[in-house]
């Protein structure tokens, strides 16, 4: 084969591995598991009593989450009490930290789900198609991240670390991430909060069901929370966009009789 058509196989290879839902080389290095099959199998280890190993159920690990969140008295510490977070094993699979954009200034704080394959290569949240939407939105409403005070929006998720092939998040990783959450919205001194799609719904309101809760004005940690349908949702169901656009003025108008 020449380097050519070496490279455009390669290519045709690695295209149809991410049409299969590859999203990551797991290593550096490639593995030639034929040699390994030539390899002869380890000798059996002689039996001995296994090491205790402590795993996450052994400890309160929503209390320890809880314990560093409140220790952090402000933003950016609290962005360090994650960083150093060892005991949520989704960190161990993300390429960063995905905290916050926007202006921590705005009286307005969306709270989306969890990063996705940009966010996590970008480290920041909501960026790409859904991202782009998500402007478009806030747009139409004379508002934007780049915008500080009452024009700004401040922008975050439940979850800090992507979950492996966009999975839901488990309970327990919600339970753990809550008190980063909270923190966070008693630190960014919000006006109005925006709940984006259920997962927020569930962790913050103990609800899902974005459908029936959409629209419906509720309250987190004594601030006007409202939830709405997910951009994610609104690219998928571009009939819901009516509803979004309602709730997008239902927003507009508190803000209003707020200031
Ligand atoms: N969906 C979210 O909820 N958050 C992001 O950051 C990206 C997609």
Redesign the pocket.
Known sequence: MDSQTEYWSARALLEWQVELGVTDATSETPINRFELAAKPPAKKQAKTAPAKVVTTSDIDVAEIARAAAAKASSLDELKAALSNFQHCELERGAHNL?FADGSPSARVMII?????R??DLQG?????R??DLLDKMFAAIAMARSAEGAAGIY?T??LPWRPPQNREPKPEEIAMMRPFVERHIELAKPDLILL??N??CQTLLGQRGITRLRGNWKEVLGIPALPMF???YLLRNPHAKREAWADLLALQARLKTLS
Do not use: R
């Not at 920041?124 to 790409?128: D, I, K, N, T």
């Open positions: 995905v989306g789900e969890a990063p996705g940009e966010e920041l949240p909501f960026v790409g859904i991202g922008i998720d439940v984006m799609g997962i927020p997910h951009p994610d």
